[in-house]
T-cell receptor
Framework: RKEVEQDPGPFNVPEGATVAFNCTYS??????FFWYRQDCRKEPKLLMS???SGNEDGRFTAQLNRASQYISLLIRDSKLSDSATYLC????????????FGQGTTLQVKP | ETGVTQSPTHLIKTRGQQVTLRCSSQ?????VSWYQQALGQGPQFIFQ???????GRGNFPPRFSGLQFPNYSSELNVNALELDDSALYLC?????????????FGPGTRLTVL
């Protein structure tokens, strides 16, 4: 079983739609959780951290459910510029500094 | 821009050859991590260097090796290249390895092995 699992998509949505991505992880000792965004042929960039209490940044809301080992990202009012791959990322329990990435979910927002 | 630079941007090699990829970390960062990203996959951790010492390694064979220099720049060396080594190689710099600090990625080196 992969340490982090995501539905690769692609998710094709019209502008203005609300879209949700889910991610599950297998290591209950994982300490920190993130969503990264990766544009085509570019490097990943941190979108937001994910906290148990949930956190929001503009149109983006992230949630963590430790009991179910489940992370989500909600994007409201999708823009064309949101088209990218969204990577679910964990920081492990050891001191190796290792980020564990999911496969990524591709979002295509259409006019 | 993150301030992390990588060279070269693209590289084509043949099976059995050796390659060296380079990374300059963001100013003030003492930790460099290397990742391999195959097409359609998320990045996979290769190893991390902290103050010139290897600090953790992923599931990669010994033909993947690295160095970190006193200025905290880093090299990734791959010997005996295989077709499956074709990927985007990303380095990321951060301030410390003892707890999570945001890792800033460079633009990557795209390696093609023929």
């Amino acid at each position: 079983r992969k340490e982090v699992e995501q539905d690769p998509g692609p998710f094709n949505v019209p502008e203005g739609a609300t879209v949700a991505f889910n991610c599950t992880y297998s290591n209950s000792a994982s300490q920190s959780f993130f969503w990264y965004r990766q544009d085509c042929r570019k490097e990943p960039k941190l979108l937001m951290s994910v906290y148990s209490s949930g956190n929001e940044d503009g149109r983006f809301t992230a949630q963590l459910n430790r009991a179910s080992q489940y992370i989500s990202l909600l994007i409201r009012d999708s823009k064309l510029s949101d088209s990218a791959t969204y990577l679910c990322v964990l920081y492990g329990s050891s001191n190796t500094g290792k980020l564990i990435f999911g496969q990524g979910t591709t979002l295509q927002v259409k006019p | 821009e993150t301030g992390v630079t990588q060279s070269p941007t693209h590289l084509i090699k043949t099976r059995g050859q050796q390659v060296t990829l380079r990374c300059s970390s963001q100013s003030g960062h003492n930790t460099v991590s290397w990742y391999q990203q195959a097409l359609g996959q998320g990045p996979q951790f290769i190893f991390q260097y902290y103050r010139e010492e290897e600090n953790g390694r992923g599931n990669f064979p010994p033909r993947f090796s690295g160095l970190q220099f006193p200025n905290y720049s880093s090299e990734l060396n791959v010997n005996a290249l295989e077709l499956d080594d074709s990927a985007l190689y990303l380095c990321a710099s951060s301030l410390a390895s003892s707890s999570y600090n945001e890792q800033f990625f460079g633009p990557g080196t795209r390696l093609t092995v023929l």
